[in-house]
């Protein structure tokens, strides 16, 4: 792309607004810079590009047609004002204002592990650069859940996008026991889980309960493995048998779901959990539906093999003749098997519903099923950063929920995805992604966070930290108010309804007596305590002998064939006469017959 088109498209306007402040006007054209760099994306797709190429592409210096693609990002040259405080301090003032203005370093972000190109070209829109193998990153983006050695490795002041312990909403079993339990405590608070067995034992009970009716079909159920992905692994049944609930759940299927085109389909909610000590939750307002890319049926066993029919993942159906994509430069005019939040809203208006409730219960069921294991997640937040100078916003995460709607317009939690996929292969695909990302580094705020943590160093008292911690958290609010664009925050609610039932949620959840289920414990946790030091007996005149401090044992030391007095802890041994026949067994046991009976 020449220089000038690059520079003409970076000062293009911001694009339209989200679904929130009404769709997208059908003769707007879509963003100048997003088209751009989607053109770079599917040129480059499937290669890795550093943020600096991409920095240097989307500026209009003069790169190289084909970038240098490395598995590793490149090392980097040596600080120059590092270097020159460690050859030779500055003579004067001017020299130390240059030398501190050279020392001002950017934002470094760590993207090596992490597959997808749309994180670093957003990296790059915000001016981030990409951190060298002997450079302490402030940002790590990785595409796998974050482990206890991955966190014991990353730098002080560093923002990882993963959470210790959100594995307990995102896999399926643990998933289904904690919203299955939370179903039972407030029946209308989580109406949105589907009926779920972790055993033929709980099918085998729920059945029985059922009261069979001829108006009523009887039920199908879905059967999903616990770690599963992309669809793969899912079954359909309508009877479901014991062998089935090996390591996968087994749901049952919603029977009448919302159609558009008489095709099945569902929803791809982003939610951005900044922290969780305190939490505070963000619902994304824009995102994905995708259709099946076949007609509806309802499940039969003739049809139940078919998941083009019932399954709406997007890996089962890009790959079937079927599928459609859309033209380009249309937002609001999706035509295609994937379609946007502002398409979703305008279609629902035309047939008379009330977007803004239905929205409502979308942003209330994402904030639910976080606030049933958001103990679990502070718990384990706090035990792998147990430093108590630590400001609650080491780690941040770009959940994906899929979303089931009925005719009722009653939304479904399918499941809840740790590691959505940020794959473009459209411009739809980079219009979301690409600003959900952008907007989602904005709102971490790791530039602010360097200048905060500076002051906070400065402090010594304990005092004085805790004032600094309360005053933070009312600079970071401020901070994510200015900065939020697409983002809404979700929780602490802004209704005071809201926020009442979820604190009446927080309340059930702090009068559990069992800890929560995956926590994480520490070796030291887990260690045995040490067994205490037995105690001696005290002497008693006249029973005391050879130093023994077991009277019985002293006593016995004094029979024939008694323990030694180096064993008083033996039990005795019984010494044979001429009528006693010994039995072959340890001497310990003192067993032995005379005549055919057994003594004691």
């Keep these: ?84 405080y460690t050859d030779e301090p500055p003579a004067t003032t001017a020299a130390l204002r240059s030398v501190r203005t050279a020392s001002k370093a950017r934002v470094a972000i760590d993207t090596a592990g992490s597959r997808y190109n749309v994180v670093r070209i957003a990296a790059a829109r915000l001016g981030y650069e990409e951190a060298g193998p002997e450079q302490r990153p402030h940002v790590v983006w990785v595409d796998t859940s974050l482990s206890e050695n991955r966190a014991a490795r990353l730098p002080e002041g560093a923002h990882i996008n993963h959470f210790p312990g959100m594995l307990s909403i995102c896999r399926k079993i643990d998933s289904a026991r904690l919203l299955s339990k939370m179903r039972r405590q407030h029946p209308a608070g989580y109406a949105f889980v589907p009926a779920t067995f972790l055993s033929f034992e709980d099918y085998s009970r729920a059945k029985a309960r059922q009261r069979p009716s001829p108006s009523c079909p009887a039920p199908w159920y879905i059967v999903k493995p616990d770690a599963g992905c992309m669809g793969k692994g899912i079954r359909l049944t309508a009877s479901p048998k014991p062998e089935m609930f090996d390591r996968a759940v087994v749901q049952e299927y919603i029977p009448d779901p919302l159609l558009i085109d008489r095709c099945k389909w569902d929803m791809r909610v982003y939610v951005l959990v900044l922290s969780v000590d305190p939490l505070r939750i963000y619902v994304y307002r824009d995102g994905f539906i995708r259709l099946c890319t076949e007609k509806y049926q309802s499940p039969l066993p003739s049809n139940a093999d078919n998941s083009l029919i ?48 239905f929205w409502d219960r979308i942003s209330q069921m994402c904030v639910k099923s976080l606030l049933a294991v958001s103990d679990t997640l502070k718990f384990s937040y706090r035990n792998t950063f147990p430093d108590p100078g630590n400001l609650g916003t080491s780690c941040f995460e770009v959940l994906g929920f899929d979303v089931l709607v009925d005719q009722g317009l009653n939304p479904w939690l399918l499941e ?6 940020f794959s473009c292969d459209s411009d739809l695909d980079y219009g979301i992604k690409g600003a959900l990302i952008h907007e989602a580094l904005s ?73 929560p289920q995956g926590l994480l414990y520490t070796a030291r946790q887990l260690a045995p305590a040490p067994a205490p030091a037995p105690l001696p007996l005290p002497a008693r005149s006249g029973y005391s002998c050879n130093g023994a401090a077991n009277p019985r044992a002293a006593l016995r030391s004094k029979t024939p064939g008694g323990p030694p007095p180096d064993r008083l802890d033996a039990p005795p041994r019984r010494v044979p006469t001429a009528k006693t026949r010994t039995l072959t067994t340890p001497p310990a046991y003192g067993l032995s017959v005379a005549a055919g009976k057994r003594r004691h």
């Design 1 to 84: 792309m020449p220089p000038a088109e690059v520079m003409q498209v970076m000062q293009s306007p911001p694009p339209p607004p989200p679904y929130a402040d009404g769709p997208a006007s059908p003769a707007a054209p879509a963003s100048a810079f997003d088209a751009a760099a989607s053109r770079l994306l599917r040129k480059f797709a499937g290669q890795h590009i550093s943020v600096r190429e991409f920095t240097g592409m989307l500026s209009g210096r003069d790169e190289p047609t084909e970038p240098s693609f490395s598995k590793a990002p490149p090392a980097r040259a040596a600080n120059s004002a590092r270097q020159a």
């Design 310 to 357: 019932h399954l709406t993942n997007y890996a089962i159906h890009k790959n079937s003749r079927k599928y459609k994509r859309n033209a380009e430069n249309a937002p609001g005019r999706e035509t295609g098997c994937k379609r946007s939040f502002s398409w979703l809203t305008e279609h629902l208006r035309k047939l008379g519903h009330d977007t803004d409730a």
């Design 416 to 421: 809840v995805n740790h590691a959505p996929s």
């Design 443 to 515: 709102l971490v705020g790791a530039e602010f966070e360097q200048h905060e943590r500076q002051q906070q160093a400065a402090l010594r008292s304990h005092e004085r930290r805790k004032e600094f911690a309360a005053r933070f958290r009312v600079r970071k609010d401020a901070y994510e108010s200015r900065t939020c664009q697409r983002f809404v925050r979700a929780y602490p609610a802004s209704k005071a309804d809201v926020a009442k039932e979820y604190d009446e949620i927080l309340s059930s959840l702090m009068r559990r007596t069992l800890p």
